[in-house]
């Protein structure tokens, strides 16, 4: 499967941006998806994932509340809606694929598909 991740850019402290990431390939809907994040100097970390079937989200601590994942396997997209923006979330944003489970929803070295990413800036 291929992704490609749209929608990043410049925002103000508390504003909003709408992240997509379109899949390609029929095997679209049977994989989790989850959005990652790094800043300069910093690791890539978990933002949030969905389950195959939208039925589970999580979403870490940082962006619980601000940020709600979905997915439309009609359009073979997925998206992160991103509130209430932070200086702190600014980040090159991944969106990731795979058939993982549990404790692997988390970690980003058990996604084998990946976007290119796309820049959210925040300023204060």
């Known amino acids: 499967v291929q992704l490609q991740a749209s929608g990043g850019g410049l925002v103000q402290a508390g504003g909003s941006l709408r992240l997509s990431c379109a899949a390609s390939g029929r095997t679209f809907s049977r994989y989790t998806m989850g959005w990652f994040r790094q800043a300069p100097g910093k690791e890539r970390e978990f933002v949030a994932v969905i389950s195959w079937s939208g039925g589970t989200t999580y979403y870490a601590d940082s962006v619980k509340g601000r940020f709600t994942i979905s997915r439309d396997n009609a359009k073979n997209t997925v998206y992160l809606q991103m509130n209430s923006l932070k200086p702190e979330d600014t980040a090159v944003y991944y969106c990731?694929?795979?058939?993982?489970?549990?404790?692997?929803?988390?970690?980003?070295?058990?996604?084998?598909?990946w976007g290119l990413g796309t820049q959210v800036t925040v300023s204060s």
């Open positions: 990731a694929a795979d058939a993982v489970y549990g404790s692997s929803w988390y970690r980003s070295a058990d996604y084998n598909y």
